[in-house]
């Protein structure tokens, strides 16, 4: 334990260099150096260094999957020489806060424990709404028949290995539907919804089947405390089991992406992410919906509340505390490495948007109504026992919709950009003829905080964008519902008698008197279109 | 000498063909690239730093990781071009109207043979990308084939990286001498190991291939 704090003790890799002059390069003999014999390398210091390399390795491991969430794309340069800090010949870059957090949790962390960090989604008013979506761990198991070894050739394998690992990280992080959420997010500027990490040692006891992990309990666990309780007994009574199940929901996906087997263990780096994106809050405080089809994991579609458009909720006119960059700043205190009290939303950079938490009390007393055209209908939980569940025609929701727009016309500007990216239909789902749907779900009381699931698959409006523009000039849309409200609602109400004017593609009465009195010849003609449209049999 | 192999194998549109090619075998490539070597006395050496970089695609939902390597992108870009260009020939369309061709990534080494012969490439890992041309008519199904097709590569990705992980065989670390006989040195800043890539369509052979297969014989009764 106390060779992390030591280790962790140095700034960086300033060893680099020495250590691949200390790598025999092994064909100045074609059967190699294996032994590397000639190197001076005693077993405990290859020990040492593969117990460094494997601390360096969860550090930039952090360090990768949390970037990779914050929403915007990553560049570094190639350099021809390394430098002091580039660890497994790769130009990670370290973010300060992230590495902190991660030593802490490594100072705490005893033997075989592994590291966890989990990714959720949580609603930036309501702390019960959480949402996780993915769990990395990165686990090394001393195992029992270790094989110490002093060749410098298999240490440099070892290096070798975990930087393939740390390239394959890289690459999966883009893979995953976290990815996409995360760059959604990050454009758009509904500040609802944030991505969280967090880091924690866990304790897994379940080799075989990884189907879990122990978690120290926070309440439990005296604050301050530096090491973890070391026998079962003791674990058993300060920890919570979490099932990656009930975490991440029925069909998560779990995959080891990689294994380095070392002669003093065995590191490997696994996960588990969700792939149904359904987010039920505390029912007491309004419905939300994150609807995604099952089969594909994408969230097409953004929430927003609705009142969104309401001044006097608006977080802008709540601002005057200070932005989400820290966790800290709030009066959750923070205890290292454990628990849900050191959750760190992810903001790329400084403290930004100014999206603070509501202190307006939220208050539901509404009509829930059935989303027009959500695709399966058992997503929708009503929160109300009251709730007039009636299907509603499109017509009536755009009512209201507009009622509402009409009331808060100036924030829309503002706040209404929304992710109006064309998007298929869901798969049971009605389609308008020009192939666009808008499916509302509304609040007749205006001042409720329940959510407003906007679905705009707005094709003729997108300004010929492609997926990554984002935003979208968002009076189109308004426009449109605006002319369709006031269409006419029935034929009766259109001019019955077109004058002369307006009939120019009408058949007047005079042309009538002469298609009957030639009603003979037209008779021909057409006989004579349909036997030229017969051609005679092929003889095939 | 039996080289590992692995085929994907996707239907797509003539558009998204560049960015399905590109994600693929850059990710493979990010793998199998090394920082720049450099060799100092006593045959030691050191090894430079690879960057990253983050490619969104524009004709499929889907990011990719990348070497930040302007050298590496440029090479890239012209095999896969030629390989677009290719596929989408007029003249390259089966009896049934299907277009189709493959693009292969390939690791080899080289070995010194004696004069008169040239260095064989043995080699050691191949990577295959089938791709096969549909025609999408309706935008629905357009922009559902879109993110269908980003889901698709991002799991190929995932394949890709356990692959890779996997305990296998990688050439040794040269000496300088024959550095170039395993790696490719002709870049500044990276240094991936030897690669070629070539294409193939179903159009009939053209008569300049001829040579190409005569050379393909020969170069193959030397590798025994």
Sequence with gaps: ?540 | MNARTQTFDFTTECHQISEVVSCIFHSILFHRTLGKFHYRQEGRYSIGTIGYEDIDCDFIDLTYVRCASSALAKTMNHYVSAFDQAIRDPSNMTENGVRSGQISLEFYNKKKVNWPFAAECLPWEVWTIRIEIKTIRSEIERQMNREYLGELVGEKVVLIAEVMNRQQYLPKIPAQSEVDLIFDTSYPDIQPYLFRITHSTTSPPSTTSVGKTVRRIFRETLAF
Excluded at chain 1, 16 to 37: I, N
Excluded at chain 1, 183 to 190: A, G, P, Q, W, Y
Excluded at chain 1, 301 to 317: C, G, Q, R, T, W
Aim: glycine share 8%; aromatic share 8%.
């Design chain 1, 1 to 540: 334990m106390t060779m992390a704090t030591a280790i962790l003790g140095s700034d960086g890799p300033e060893h680099l260099d020495g250590d691949s002059d200390r790598f025999d390069k092994p064909c100045s003999s074609p059967s190699g150096s294996g032994s590397g014999g000639g190197s001076g390398y005693s077993d405990y210091e290859g020990g040492k260094d593969i117990e460094r390399y494997v601390k360096f390795f969860t550090l930039k491991s952090v360090q990768v999957v949390i970037q990779s969430r914050l929403g915007k794309k990553v560049k570094t340069d190639s350099k021809p020489f390394s430098t002091g800090t580039d660890w497994f010949n790769l130009n990670i870059e370290d973010n300060l806060e992230v590495l902190e957090q991660t030593k802490e949790v490594l100072k705490s962390q005893s033997s075989e424990i592994p590291i966890v960090i989990e990714i959720s989604l949580q609603s930036v008013t309501d702390t019960n709404t959480k949402l996780v979506l993915e769990l990395w761990s990165i686990l090394y198991d001393r195992g029992s028949d270790n094989s110490p070894t002093n060749s410098s050739r298999v240490i440099y394998n070892v290096y070798n290995r975990m930087s393939l690992l740390l390239k394959s990280l890289l690459c999966v992080t883009r893979s995953l539907p976290a990815y996409k959420l995360s760059r959604k997010l990050s454009l758009s500027e509904d500040d609802e919804f944030k991505l969280y990490y967090n880091v924690f040692s866990a304790i897994s006891l379940f080799k075989g089947d990884r189907t879990g992990f122990f978690k120290p309990k926070l309440k439990d666990f005296p604050q301050g405390a530096s090491s973890p309780p070391k026998d079962t007994a003791e674990v058993g009574m300060l920890q919570e089991y979490i099932d990656y199940g009930s975490v991440l929901g029925n069909g998560y996906k779990f995959n080891q992406l990689g294994k380095v087997v070392t002669p003093y263990g065995t590191l490997s780096l696994e996960l588990a992410y969700r792939t149904k994106m359904e987010l039920s809050t505390n029912f007491s405080q309004g419905a939300c919906q994150l609807v995604g089809t099952p089969s594909t994991p994408n969230i097409n579609k953004l929430m927003i509340k609705s009142d969104h458009y309401a001044v006097e909720n608006s977080p802008l006119e709540n601002a005057g505390q200070k932005g989400l960059g820290r966790q800290r700043n709030r009066s959750t205190p923070v205890t290292f490495g454990l628990g849900r009290e050191n959750i760190k939303p992810l903001v790329p950079g400084s403290p930004n948007y100014g999206g603070s938490p509501s202190s307006s009390p939220v208050t539901t007393n509404k009509k829930h109504f059935a989303a027009a055209f959500v695709d399966d209908s058992t997503l929708f939980s009503p929160i109300d026992e009251e709730a007039d569940l009636d299907d509603m025609p499109l017509g009536n929701l755009l009512k209201k919709s507009m009622m509402m727009q009409k009331n808060h016309q100036n924030q829309r500007n503002e706040n209404g950009k929304m992710d109006a990216q064309a998007c298929p239909p869901d798969q049971n789902s009605k389609t308008l003829t020009n192939e666009e749907t808008v499916a509302l779900v509304t609040e007749q009381d205006e001042s409720s905080n329940d959510f407003v699931l906007v679905d705009l698959k707005a094709m003729p409006f997108a300004g010929g964008g492609s997926s990554s523009s984002g935003t979208v000039d968002s009076s189109d849309p308004i426009q449109f519902f605006q002319e369709v409200q006031q269409a006419p609602v029935s034929l009766e109400s259109l001019p019955t008698n077109p004058t002369g004017d307006e009939s120019g593609n009408l058949i007047t009465d005079d042309d009538l008197k002469t298609f009957e009195s030639e009603i003979i010849i037209f008779d021909d003609f057409v006989k004579k279109l349909i036997s030229t449209d017969q051609s005679p049999p092929s003889g095939d």
